[in-house]
């Protein structure tokens, strides 16, 4: 909403800088975006006279002319303009003056003769014809105006109005008017709100002579107001309505058009104007429209209705969708004889949902669906008809047409001044509270407060605590500390994931933030097989593009586009993780079978619904690549990531032969594993496969790990109990063991806890070695085991015989003692 | 004899003087004072001597093992001394070189912030929500006041889930968590609710389809508008230094109501006006309100008895003015550059 100071300044009497006004109204609700004071990019430009115009010498096209622009002596200018004479008034842009778009205009010589300035034309004043519709379109702007040699431009032709652009919250559509703001403003001044009830002369005669109007609908329709002008004359406004018009960011048309809009800026109300040879039968019928039934739209858009939207229509067909926009051929045309003026108010819901489903949106349409005030038609209609006389416009036939079903009953609420300071925490006296309602438009009686009726929004007591919030000044309530002792602490899952963070973090690893919808396309990169159940997502209807259009059913991907962004932004190694959520799809409708299925407020069944929302576990996603990163730096994070969440006793078994992580393939076969402990799986790890790291651009090998949280969550051990402190010394035994090389070390580790049991301490691999001394095909593994009693020192024979029975159970899977 | 004790004790002395190293040391005192050293040699003599004269000259010769032990003993600390010394001058490092570091990461920044949000709310007794980012349209809206065909719903703004008539949705607000916890726990209630959220906006500096929100909330019997600011104030004191103030502007949210938006001063110019805040002094942070009545009632709370206020603002805006990010952008592309400067 663009609002005319000088425009204002009919209603309220108001005098402030207008720096200070855009504050007041914003801390007030009526939120400023800024303020542009017209002509202000224009500076040095004034009305001049020319004296005489002489042909250049060295030049066709050019002409020398003497101009008077109030000093002693008039200014030579050389113009190519071909439209200037003797005696022609014009905006003179002397030397060192500026236009709009930063132009600057200094003296200088055209084919060797001097030129002080330049003759503007309307382009060049930031103007064109629809401003000045005398005006020829290109050549010099010569001026009609009523105004003085020398004269600055701007107030010369009327180019100094201050325009202020608000932000009007969606709630208050009487904003979206100069008589609301204006309302605003005197309430926020305490100022007097000048607005007087529109009259109009009329001549004699009655618009049901000419018109007759029927509401099929009136739940949707619930006013028609209609008026007829005769002989009408088309031709431009005069120019103060152009001004406001302009000052309000609408383009006039002409003195019609002009009027409805003028009105609308006004009151808030959408008026229509329309040519009444056009209504066939002279009979107006607000109904529904007939499933099928067409309308040729004014922006020249062919659209088919449906019976749920509603239609001004004559005998024959819709002349208008109701609310939204006029057919094309209804409009007024310069041979226009007898216009009909429309005022009414269309149910709200009904606008908006026909605007919605014929993706057609207007100013008139985005005002009704707000809501406009239900009563105020016929007084737009008697605004337009006193502008019509006016303007000259036309002959007003007298007696109008109203067609009204609305609900005069206005809204009240209590009104408890008590309940309103406690509410706000403040102390304001009732009778300051009625003075801020009674300004604003409200009536205060017997214990209610009335809303006027342009007030849509107002429903409850809170919605008048806030009126008198908004007046007082939401900075002079007090700032307060709420009482009541309230427990607070991280839940289990949210200290779990705390921790996981944090030991991340001190393994090196840097937090990442990546989007939870991603390309379809990164069901292929990652080599996920046709029939992948991760290739089921849940997919946005309108994403943005193709990138972020499905919700991601693996957070691999997302790490995967991360490491290639720094790998291709040259940086040579990177530790990185990220904690986030994945989206995958639950097949069965309806659901949500958790703890809130049912209110425990008020012990009603939850709104239902049809469709089962997905699941969103956590995810810790893994990466690295460069620096020392391989296979076993990454499982050596896990390892110590899952020590310090508690997650012990975990197993990894080849990725390639896991059934439950689809995420597999985009792993290199042979250096991959999932992570499982009591047959559940916690994730999965390794180098990312070639193929894969190929499809993501990253030059060097990658590793990448993910690990649910849910699972890791339901297996950490939660007690920590003491042990106490050894009492005996451990004794120690190292055993070399050659073994086929494709016995994984786990087995190997698992024949000796089985053979040693209780008394085994630890086991600590120190060597695998592969080479010519222990055959092809073979590799010496070298353990250090370490064995302790709690009831005494083990005696040699003890050790012994354990490391006996361990390397006969070694033996059973081919390890030997090395010889 | 006495000049015999005497010459040894000369002798012991002026070895002594010249030697140079601890081993040397051991064998002088070996050579005077051992068992066979001249020492002992000499004491060996005694018997020769007269009665009368052998307390004299055992007094004498205690005299002069005394010193020379006294004498081994400085010398040996002052040998110890040098040697420590020259050790400690020889171990000497350039203290300059760099430090040698096991690898340590970086939270993101947004995660540093949130965390220092929620450990200022929790130090209010606030507690931590949680709830679905793919949500129904319920909880998104209508429990919010947002029936179907309110203006304040633009299909634009929301990503809807396909094959689900516009029932599933991405979540436009972590306003939503509110209905979930108020339909599954009784007041009092004080929670924040940190998340994602979505909206249709197309990437630049300052626009994302994905950022993040921390949702606040109070109910409780006698809540107030003042205690709304009361608590705002208070975050951002502890966030931003007690110089920085707040401004509540009216506004309008279908949820609350009275609705506010609060304004801080600059973090650039303190609020005297300057270009990073259009010359305002001011900077929109946050949206709150009271919980609308509706809302309460939609929950199963009831209205007349309870009241509460809610808040919600957007985590990117205060990361990027806590660390002077002009790009949003750069919070989502993950650049280890970037991330190891927090």
């Known amino acids: 909403m663009n609002l005319s100071m000088k425009w204002l300044a009919d209603y309220v009497d108001i005098d402030v800088p207008v720096k200070d006004y855009c504050h007041a109204l914003t801390m007030s609700g009526s939120k400023v975006e800024c303020y542009e004071t017209e002509g202000s990019e224009i500076s040095n430009v004034v009305v001049g006279k020319i004296l005489s115009v002489v042909p250049h010498e060295n030049s066709d096209h050019l002409v020398v002319c003497q101009v008077e622009v109030g000093g002693d002596e008039p200014v030579q200018i050389v113009t190519g303009a071909s439209n200037v004479n003797v005696g022609d008034i014009v905006p003179v842009a002397l030397n060192g003056s500026t236009l709009p778009n930063g132009i600057k205009i200094k003296k200088g010589k055209l084919r060797g003769v001097l030129s002080n300035g330049m003759l503007c034309s309307l382009g060049e004043l930031g103007l064109d014809k629809r401003d000045f519709p005398y005006a020829v379109e290109d050549g010099i702007f010569i001026m009609q105006e009523d105004c003085e040699i020398g004269q600055d431009i701007q107030s010369a032709i009327g180019l100094n109005d201050t325009s202020v652009e608000f932000e009007i919250t969606s709630n208050r559509p009487d904003c979206l008017s100069v008589i609301g703001l204006a309302r605003e403003t005197a309430a926020i001044y305490g100022l007097p709100l000048n607005v007087k009830a529109p009259e109009y002369k009329g001549v004699e005669g009655s618009a049901s002579d000419y018109l007759k109007v029927d509401i099929h609908n009136t739940d949707k329709c619930q006013r028609y107001c209609a008026g007829i002008v005769k002989n009408v004359k088309i031709e431009p406004s005069p120019r103060w309505m152009r001004e406001r018009l302009r000052a309000s960011g609408v383009r006039p048309i002409n003195n019609f058009v002009d009027i409805t809009n003028y009105v609308m800026l006004e009151y808030g109300q959408p008026m229509h104007a329309f040519d009444l040879r056009y209504v066939e039968g002279s009979h107006i019928n607000v109904r529904n429209a007939v499933s099928g039934e067409r309308i040729m739209t004014l922006d020249g858009v062919e659209r088919e209705l449906t019976e749920d939207m509603l239609v001004i229509a004559d005998e024959k067909k819709p002349v208008a969708v109701a609310g939204i926009m006029g057919g094309e051929y209804s409009g007024i045309m310069d041979d226009t004889t007898t216009v009909v003026f429309e005022s009414a108010y269309f149910e709200p819901s009904q606008v908006r949902r026909t605007s919605k489903a014929l993706r057609l949106k207007s100013d008139a349409s985005s005002r009704y669906e707000k809501g406009v005030d239900r009563l105020v038609s016929m007084t737009c209609l008697k605004r337009a008809f006193e502008l019509v006389e006016l303007l000259g416009a036309g002959e007003v036939v007298r007696e109008v047409i109203d067609c009204d079903y609305t609900d005069k009953t206005p809204v009240s609420v209590d009104f408890d001044s008590a309940w309103i300071n406690d509410f706000l925490g403040t102390d304001i006296p009732e009778d300051d509270m009625k003075e801020y309602l009674s300004r604003l438009g409200f009536t205060v009686a017997d214990g209610k407060v009335t809303a006027p009726s342009f007030r849509v929004d107002i429903e409850c007591r809170a919605d008048i605590a806030e009126e008198v919030a908004r007046i007082y000044g939401y900075n002079n309530i007090p700032s307060t500390d709420f009482r009541g002792v309230a427990r607070a602490e991280f839940t289990p899952e949210q200290k779990f994931i705390r921790t996981l963070r944090n030991s991340a973090v001190s393994l090196g690893g840097f937090e990442t933030a990546t989007y939870s919808f991603v390309s379809p396309k990164y069901f292929d990169k990652i080599r996920l097989p046709e029939d992948s159940r991760l290739r089921k997502t849940v997919k946005i209807v309108n994403p943005l593009g193709e990138d972020t259009s499905v919700m991601r059913t693996s957070t691999i991907p997302s790490m995967l586009d991360v490491m290639s962004f720094n790998y291709n932004n040259r940086n040579e190694k990177a530790v990185l993780f990220e904690i986030a959520k994945e989206y995958l799809p639950v097949d069965e409708k309806r659901g949500y079978q958790g703890d809130d299925a049912f209110l425990v407020n008020s012990g009603k069944p939850r709104h239902e619904y049809e469709y089962q929302l997905p699941d969103e576990p956590d995810r810790l996603t893994i990466g690295m690549y460069g620096g020392n990163a391989d296979f076993y730096t990454l499982k050596g994070m896990i390892e110590q990531i899952l020590a310090e969440v508690r997650v012990s006793g975990v197993e990894y078994v080849r990725a390639s032969e896991c059934e439950v992580f689809d995420e597999k393939y985009a792993f290199h076969p042979g250096r991959s594993a999932v992570i499982l402990k009591d047959g559940v799986h916690l994730g999965i790890m390794g180098e990312i496969h070639p193929e894969v790291q190929e499809n993501y651009g990253i030059g060097t090998k990658a590793y990448v790990a993910k690990l649910n949280i849910p699972e890791l969550i339901s297996l950490a051990e939660n007690e920590i109990t003491y042990r106490p402190l050894p009492k005996f010394p451990a004794t120690t035994r190292d055993l070399s063991l050659v073994v086929d090389d494709n016995v994984p070390v786990a087995e190997l580790e698992k024949a000796i806890k089985g053979a040693v049991g209780k008394i085994l301490e630890k086991i600590t691999l120190f060597d695998v070695y592969r080479g010519k001394q222990v055959g092809e095909g073979k590799k010496s593994v070298a353990y250090s085991i370490s064995m302790r009693s709690h009831d005494g020192t083990l005696t040699d024979e003890q050790a012994d015989s354990a490391v006996k029975k361990a390397l006969k159970a070694l033996s059973e899977i081919g390890a030997e003692l090395r010889g | ?342």
């Open chain 2, 1 to 342: 004899m006495r000049e015999q004790l005497e010459k040894i004790e000369a002798l012991a002395k002026q070895e002594l003087s010249q030697c140079a190293g601890i081993k040397a040391l051991d064998e002088l005192r070996i050579k005077f004072l051992g068992k066979k050293g001249e020492l002992t040699a000499i004491l060996k003599q005694m018997g020769k001597l007269s009665p009368e004269e052998r307390p004299v000259i055992g007094q004498l010769a205690n005299k002069v093992r005394t010193d020379i032990e006294e004498a081994l003993s400085t010398k040996l600390s002052s040998l110890k001394a040098e040697a420590q010394e020259a050790q400690l001058r020889e171990e000497t490092i350039d203290i300059t070189l760099p430090g040698k570091t096991a690898p340590m990461g970086k939270l993101h920044p947004m995660t540093q912030v949130e965390n220092e949000i929620r450990e200022i709310f929790m130090g209010m007794g606030f507690e931590i929500a949680e709830g679905p980012e793919v949500d129904d349209d319920y909880h998104v809206f209508e429990a919010l006041n947002l029936p179907p065909d309110h203006p304040a719903r633009d299909t634009q703004d929301t990503f809807y889930i396909e094959g689900t008539d516009e029932t599933v949705l991405l979540r436009t607000q972590t306003s939503s968590v509110q209905v979930h916890v108020m339909e599954t726990q009784k007041p009092p209630i004080r929670i924040i609710s940190p998340g994602r959220v979505f909206r249709s906006d197309a990437v630049d500096a300052t626009h994302s389809p994905l950022f993040h929100q921390i949702e606040g909330l109070v109910i409780d019997k006698g809540i107030k508008m003042s205690d709304l600011k009361g608590t705002l104030e208070m975050l951002m004191k502890k966030l931003y230094g007690n110089d920085c103030k707040l401004r509540f502007r009216p506004h309008h949210f279908p949820f609350t109501e009275p609705s506010c938006e609060v304004d801080i001063s600059c973090f650039n110019c303190g609020g005297c006006g300057c270009s990073m805040c259009k010359d305002e002094g001011y900077i929109e942070l946050l949206g709150a309100g009271m919980v609308h009545p509706k809302v309460l009632e939609n929950c199963g709370i009831d209205s007349s008895v309870y009241s509460g206020f809610a808040f919600g603002m957007g985590l990117e805006r205060m990361v990027m003015g806590r660390y002077n990010i002009n790009d949003l952008r750069l919070l989502y592309e993950n650049d280890v550059r970037f991330l190891e400067q927090f």
